[in-house]
């Protein structure tokens, strides 16, 4: 970008809101995904949604490669600036346009953090189903961009499934409106094809959300097994019984010694592993199913089965659970977190084959994971200042992806391709399949402007500055062309 | 044109799209308005049948000319379900025909409909070539989510050849309340603590009909409440068959789905519809010209699925990017415009 762009761009924003040098743009330079580190060429900081589409319009008129940045959590980089481009940052749009009670739902902008959609929501009873585990940070536009999951997936679904309408600036400038307050569409579902672009089509600039009435009562069980298998057959006995619970999550010994140790959670001694299984739905519902499940949970011979006895018993089993990515980041200096699915009858093979992987690259994997729709979490630690660690993490990582796709499920169930799987994505594609969704981004960005770079395998522009070759290239799983 | 062509495999379909620049698929015609072009058509009975089930994965795949009947009856063998109730399933409607249209039914209320259960698809685009997007598990986050797109597409953008569903568990017992009240307590009772299934008005009724499904034991206690805040009675005869059928649509009439939001239901007033899923879709019979005034004037939208009105009523927006996105799938208009 040439200075003379740069200057006309700062003149578009009033002093504070367009950071151009170094020390202000170092908070941008990297999302959750740490290993990358890529300095855009200025931040600009928008508080109105036709400032935004203004800036949008700027960057197609100069073919300026823009990064839409909410709370810059993503963890496959999918925020990570462009070399040679701009992040918007948006979470000044961070209003709650309108909530109505009556048709239930919510018009918010995109910087709104996910959790204070259900918070505002929740004096009319009512909440926002999806729940990421980053929800008190994370914002809705980066949930859009994502089409993000979170604990309750197998009976909600993820972010799409929750989206009932979409006002957005294509990366051409043109603004959208698609959906709105109803929950079913004539023609084509536009919102269900934008959510989940991965920030490749443009910029979100109001989402209508679906809100639920709040489940009037859970039932939610902690049961320890010895083994993680006897917690995956446990798995398989409540899906073939009928019941659909909200929850299904399992968390194995290192990802328990590590909320242990963060927020003093306490399980029973020991299981190599521990599952959560969480009933919700009228109380009389919940009583009549929670019978079936305690029944099959102690036919499943756990060491101790647990069932919160109340609230805050409840709250303490979902802490120990949303607090373990972070918990099993204090064991280590460095970790990796894989997102891929695999069919849930083959859980049990999946992780036996990624204790077998891990063993033999020497690297410690802690597991977390949704178990009820199969997604899961692998956390590979290492230290980046041992040489070769990195790579060794990688090349793990490359392999859990491979196992995936080869079980027949997916590289990710809800972090996204964004930078770190995009040369995965010929494993689940074939040429033709990839050449299609190219150019359907190139409808909606011809120029190619819109956080290019990430999702498709390394071709498009590079997004990596040379500060020597990145330690991903070194381990060839990233490259730039 | 009355030529039909009658692929029997994806191959044959690739071959049968190829051979001629415009053409159109057809399912079994339960939704004849929606093919109504000047198109070669490819009949889709050929490709049929469940290719995989796994109940315990909570997905099938199966081809689309397959009737959702023989779907019904494979998940219901194993206690799962469609929640949100395919309609005209006696019809024969196939499934390819089901998501092409993108008709769901009253159980859409409550988990979802069609767009939420749809995980995989596989279609031919517009050069002829298969493809398949989307995943065959019940999580998938990579790539973009064409087979939502597809739903409602009305087979201008692609011939759909298979997809995969996300299914779940049935529940044990289903009970039908008709309570007083109908269109006035529709956001009371979408909102109360009863996690209704279904909340619906028949055509040319004015009471409410609430399906709650659950344990049984747990249906009574419930109902008892219910009656108490919302006077009413248990419905003995099921009402839900004839509605999922349209038996109430008379022959050669017109038949048109409206999205509409709960607090818009007052533009259908006095005119032949049900109203379902919680006042957010409704299927409605009668004189098109009338009915498209009203949805203009109130911004909302409607689809012909039967009969000789216009295919779209009401208000229309064809941004640009429409006609983009149909360029990339169809570069050489192989299928009809979304317009025609
Ligand atoms: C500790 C931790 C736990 C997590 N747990 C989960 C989990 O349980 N489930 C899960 O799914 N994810 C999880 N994540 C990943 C992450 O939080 C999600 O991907 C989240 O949706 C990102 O939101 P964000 O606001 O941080 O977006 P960012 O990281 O800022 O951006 C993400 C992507 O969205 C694009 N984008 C942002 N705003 C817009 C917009 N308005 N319009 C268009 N594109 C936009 C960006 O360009 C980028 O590609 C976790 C992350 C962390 C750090």
Redesign the pocket.
Same mark, same amino acid.
């Given at each position: 970008m040439t200075a003379a762009v740069l200057q006309r761009l700062a003149a578009m924003m009033p002093p504070g809101r367009f950071l151009e040098r170094p020390e202000q743009l170092a908070a941008y330079e990297s999302? +959750?995904l740490t290993a990358f580190r890529v300095r855009p060429s200025a931040v600009v900081i928008p508080e109105t949604a036709e400032e935004v589409i203004a800036l949008v319009r700027f960057c197609h008129a100069e073919k300026l490669p823009f990064?839409?940045? +909410?709370?810059?959590? @993503?963890?496959s980089g &999918? @925020?990570l600036p462009v070399e040679g481009g701009i992040v918007v940052a948006?979470n000044r749009l961070n209003r709650i346009l309108r909530l109505d009670p009556a048709q239930r739902l919510a018009v918010v902008e995109?910087g709104v953090v996910n959790l204070d959609v259900t918070a505002t929501a929740m004096v009319h009873g009512l909440h926002y189903a999806p729940d990421?585990?980053?929800q008190s940070?994370?914002?809705v536009? #980066?949930?859009?961009?994502?089409n @993000? &999951?979170?604990?309750h997936c197998l009976k909600y679904g993820m972010t799409a499934n929750h989206v009932l309408g979409i006002k957005?600036v294509l990366a051409t400038g043109e603004v959208v409106e698609w959906g709105g307050p109803s929950r079913e569409t004539v023609g084509p579902d536009w919102c269900g094809l934008f959510t989940g672009n $991965? &920030?490749l089509f #443009?910029?979100?600039l109001e989402i209508t959300l679906q809100l639920l009435p709040r489940a009037e009562c859970y039932h939610t069980v902690l049961a320890g097994y010895r083994t993680l298998e006897q917690a995956g057959d446990a798995v398989s006995a409540v899906i073939a019984s009928g019941l659909l619970p909200g929850a299904i999550e399992i968390m194995d010994a290192l990802a328990l010694e590590a909320a242990v140790a963060a927020v003093h959670a306490e399980y029973p001694p020991g299981c190599e592993a521990v599952l959560i299984v969480e009933l919700e739905g009228p109380r009389e519902v919940v009583a009549a199913d929670r019978e079936r499940l305690d029944q099959i949970i102690a036919a499943s011979q756990p060491v101790e089965a647990r069932p919160a006895r109340d609230a805050e018993e409840r709250m303490a089993i979902w802490k120990g659970r949303k607090s373990a990515? @972070?918990a099993v980041g204090r064991l280590s200096p460095d970790f990796i977190v894989q997102d891929g699915v695999v069919p849930r009858r083959r859980l049990g093979e999946a992780l036996r084959r990624i204790g077998d992987l891990a063993r033999k690259s020497g690297l410690r994997v802690a597991n977390v994971f949704h178990a009820g729709d199969g997604n899961l979490h692998p956390l590979i630690l290492f230290n980046g200042r041992v040489p070769g660690e990195l790579q060794q993490a990688e090349a793990l990582a490359g392999e859990i992806l491979k196992m995936c796709v080869e079980m027949g499920g997916s590289i990710t169930g $809800?972090?996204?391709v964004?930078m770190e799987k995009r040369d995965y994505l010929p494993a689940m594609f074939s040429p033709d399949e990839i050449d299609c969704m190219r150019r359907l981004r190139a409808a909606f960005d011809p120029l190619g402007i819109a956080?290019p770079g990430?999702m498709f395998p390394s071709a498009e522009a590079p997004s990596l500055q040379h500060h020597g070759l990145h330690p991903l290239e070194k381990a060839g799983v990233i490259s730039r062309e | 044109m009355n030529t039909v062509l009658t692929p029997t495999s994806a191959e044959e379909l690739v071959e049968a799209v190829r051979s001629t620049p415009r053409v159109i698929a057809v399912g079994a015609g339960t939704k004849p308005r929606l093919s109504q072009v000047e198109a070669v058509r490819i009949s889709m009975a050929g490709l049929r049948g469940i290719k995989e089930y796994d109940p315990s994965e909570f997905t099938f795949t199966a081809a689309a000319g397959t009737p959702l009947g023989e779907i019904a009856d494979a998940l219901a063998e194993r206690g799962q379900y469609l929640p949100f109730d395919p309609m005209l399933v006696d019809a024969g409607a196939t499934l390819g025909g089901t998501v092409a249209a993108g008709v769901s039914g009253p159980g859409r209320f409550r988990y979802g409909g069609l767009r939420d259960f749809v995980l995989g698809v596989r279609f031919v685009d517009g050069t002829g070539r298969l493809l398949r997007m989307g995943g065959k598990v019940v999580k998938n986050a990579a790539g973009f989510d064409l087979p939502k797109f597809f739903v409602g597409s009305l087979g201008r953008f692609g011939v759909l050849a298979e997809m995969t569903f996300k299914v779940f568990p049935r529940p044990p017992t289903a009970l039908t309340l008709r309570l007083r009240g109908g269109s006035q307590i529709l956001s009371e009772t979408a909102n109360s603590r009863f996690e209704f299934d279904a909340l619906d008005i028949a055509p040319g009724e004015t009471d409410m009909l609430a399906r709650l499904c659950g344990p049984e034991a747990a249906l009574k206690t419930l109902s008892r409440e219910i009656f108490a805040r919302w006077p009413g009675e248990i419905v003995s005869e099921d009402p839900w068959t004839a509605l999922r059928e349209f038996r109430w649509v008379n022959p050669g009439a017109s038949l048109i789905k409206v999205a509409v939001s709960p607090a818009k239901i007052a533009t259908l007033e006095g005119l032949r519809c049900h109203l379902s899923a919680g006042g957010n879709f409704a299927f409605v019979s009668g004189e098109a010209g009338e009915l498209d005034e009203r949805l203009c004037k109130a911004g909302l939208s409607g689809v012909t699925l039967r009969g000789e009105a216009p295919l779209w009523l009401g208000v229309r927006s064809r941004p640009a990017i429409a006609q983009a996105v149909k360029q990339a799938l169809d570069p050489v208009n192989r299928f009809p415009p979304l317009d025609d």
């Open positions: 999302d +959750g990064v839409a940045r +909410g709370s810059g959590t @993503s963890l &999918g @925020s948006l995109p990421p585990s980053s940070i994370c914002t536009g #980066g949930n859009v961009a994502f @993000s &999951g979170g604990a957005a $991965e &920030g #443009g910029i979100a990515f @972070s $809800e972090h996204g964004g956080n990430k | -």
